[in-house]
């Protein structure tokens, strides 16, 4: 037999033996998510049980060396893996910021003493991290950031503050960008520091969005102590992590475009059916039908690409440049959809509260997207780097 179909079969009869039926099935609200950490509740045992054994087999995070948490597969078959997972329909065992941005700048840029220290936690769901780059002076231009981590011998005294901080009333850690060198030009003296969010010092304040409800808070830094072992990289040299880190953001955001199966309890083309009506094997709407179509060539056609990048960069390829791309498309395809799912719906659709329009679950959801464009670096910040970086224009004088 293949090893390749030798391995598939071992990984389908793995994931039926070990995935609980109640984790087969598409999740209902985002209170299903397991996001671990040292204070997270479990929505039911089926879901701590399913993180514990992905954990303790390395595939909550395949692709990563079997040293910090990690399955050491290789990208063909970390490819099955997923396949078999979708076959099956087993959600993923952990939702992780640590997962996601800040271990793809730790295991190029730590050292050997931190990726043994905080990978192999975040890879069993042990600590949640939150990301700590926004100040209220310094968003689109980060590198301005003002929250400063000063030299005290044997530790930093952090002070400043963040905003957008997503789920910083939850989070264990944090990982944040501070200025450590006040003279230096607004891009360098900038340091990369990991810290705990229990530390003394440390506040958040939740910050309510018009959707009603908001994973974002501000983080307040008031003479935070941190151990020097937790500056990752050199000092002052931090902007250059940074910079690999939001590539990694950027790409992941763009997933918001994506078409993801199992992640709505209704298809956009179904809402439209059930809305709408059909009148000879056709949606009885032929503006909106043409819309549809439209939408659905364009959403296929970023669902490759974004595959495609995938599949680049699990062969250590660097998304670049590339990343402001489909961050900028992956927005601009959520926010398309939403519309279309709210045109689909009627008045309907735009009920806030009661059971009948699942307390506004769409309407939240539309106006949510509108923030797309805007977290993760704008939309024009991300049309300025794709044409000076992509394609290569001229800069104005």
């Not at 989070?171 to 960008?177: H, R, T, V």
């Not at 805007?374 to 300025?384: D, M, V």
Request: proline share 5%.
């Amino acid at each position: 037999m293949d090893e390749l179909e030798q391995f598939r079969q071992e990984t389908r009869a793995w994931l039926e033996a070990n995935c609980p039926a109640s984790m087969r099935v598409p999740m209902k609200t985002e209170d299903e998510v397991c996001w671990g950490g040292r204070h997270f509740e479990f929505s039911s045992d089926d879901q701590r049980l399913w993180l514990q054994r992905m954990g303790e087999k390395g595939w909550t995070v395949p692709d990563w060396p079997v040293q910090y948490g990690g399955g050491g597969l290789d990208r063909k078959r970390v490819k099955i893996l997923h396949e078999e997972m979708r076959n099956l329909g087993c959600r993923s065992p952990l939702s992780s910021l640590g997962i996601l941005l800040l271990a793809p700048a730790m295991l190029k840029y730590a050292s050997e003493e931190q990726k043994l220290e905080h990978l192999p936690k975040i890879a069993r769901g042990e600590i949640r991290w939150c990301q700590g780059y926004s100040e209220p002076g310094s968003g689109s231009d980060l590198a301005s950031l003002s929250t400063s981590a000063v030299d005290m011998g044997d530790h930093y005294l952090v002070n400043g503050a963040k905003i957008w901080t997503s789920y910083g009333d939850k989070a264990d850690w944090i990982f944040c960008l501070v200025r450590t060198d006040p003279d230096a030009p607004k891009h360098e003296g900038i340091s990369f520091l990991l810290f705990d969010m229990e530390s003394e010092g440390v506040s958040t304040a939740p910050i309510r969005l018009i959707s009603g409800a908001s994973p974002f808070c501000q983080t307040f830094f008031d003479n935070v102590k941190v151990p020097k072992a937790n500056l990752v990289g050199e000092l002052n040299k931090g902007w250059t992590i940074a910079k690999h880190l939001l590539q990694h953001e950027r790409s992941s955001a763009a997933s918001l475009g994506a078409t993801a199966p199992g992640s709505r309890k209704q298809s956009l083309q179904e809402m439209a059916v059930d809305a709408i009506g059909m009148k000879d094997g056709k949606l009885d709407d032929p503006i909106f039908r043409q819309k549809l179509a439209r939408f659905h060539v364009r959403e296929q056609a970023f669902t490759l690409t974004m595959q495609r990048v995938g599949d680049e960069m699990k062969a250590g390829a660097d998304p670049g440049p590339a990343s402001s791309l489909l961050k900028y498309y992956g927005s601009e395809t959520n926010k398309e959809r939403r519309e279309l799912m709210i045109a689909a719906g009627g008045l309907d659709a735009l009920g806030w509260e009661g059971e009948e329009f699942e307390e506004g679950r769409l309407a939240r959801s539309w106006l949510r997207s509108k923030a797309n464009s805007i977290e993760g670096g704008t939309s024009e910040i991300q049309l300025n780097i794709i044409a000076k970086r992509v394609l290569g224009l001229p800069q104005a004088d």
